[in-house]
């Protein structure tokens, strides 16, 4: 006796769909959840989040994260970025028009609190679709994105051209901790090299 709106999105890129974790069926619907907690340790810890096939390349970027630059990275799956905007808008709104209420805490923040580092969020979409989450992270927020217009004869060119490859989101968070003095510039260029970015790339824009 609903009325309901059901989409599947195709892509034209094969990979494995793992199981769904336990527990996250809430997270699907609301619009965010946490894919893969990093191991506790001390020493430096990020948030990356990814949608769609860049997840494939966020979880890649953990990995070198944690092997190469020895920072925890934990990984969160973005089912719904306007379900995500939409119920934090509505929260706000209604701390608003109830100021002697307790204010409502949208449902990002209530995800992130607790996990700390800077938060960096990739996806095939424009910088602008997942910006409109910037409100309701707490700390440094960095979007990828691909703005601007290439081409490309493979998608790791095509994902290189727009940096939002797994290079780019390792640097995107090398970036986010050195400006956070967390960070040594000077190890931030050395994993450029190392990664093969160049500062004198073409921007996509």
């Not at 727009?162 to 050395?190: C, M, N, Q, T, W």
């Amino acid at each position: 006796g609903e009325n309901r709106f059901y989409y599947i999105t195709t892509m034209n890129e094969n990979y494995v769909q793992p199981d769904m974790p336990e527990g996250v069926e809430e997270g699907i619907i609301e619009g965010v959840y946490l894919l893969r907690r990093a191991p506790a340790r001390d020493g430096l810890r990020v948030q990356l989040m990814g949608a769609g096939t860049i997840l494939r390349e966020v979880e890649a970027a953990a990995s070198i994260l944690e092997k190469d630059y020895q920072v925890a990275a934990d990984i969160w799956s973005l089912t719904s970025v306007n379900q995500l905007q939409r119920e934090g808008k509505s929260a706000l709104r209604w701390n608003m028009l109830h100021p002697l209420e307790e204010p409502r805490v949208p449902y990002l923040p209530r995800q992130l609190q607790g996990h700390e580092g800077p938060v960096v969020v990739a996806t095939d979409y424009i910088k602008a679709y997942t910006d409109q989450l910037r409100e309701f992270v707490p700390g440094r927020y960095v979007v990828l994105g691909t703005d601007g217009f290439g081409r490309s004869d493979t998608r790791d060119k095509l994902r290189k051209f727009f940096e939002v490859s797994r290079e780019y989101i390792v640097i995107a968070a090398l970036k986010a901790l050195a400006d956070e003095g967390k960070f040594e510039p000077e190890r931030l260029v050395e994993a450029m090299r190392s990664l093969g970015i160049s500062a004198d790339k073409t921007d996509p824009l």
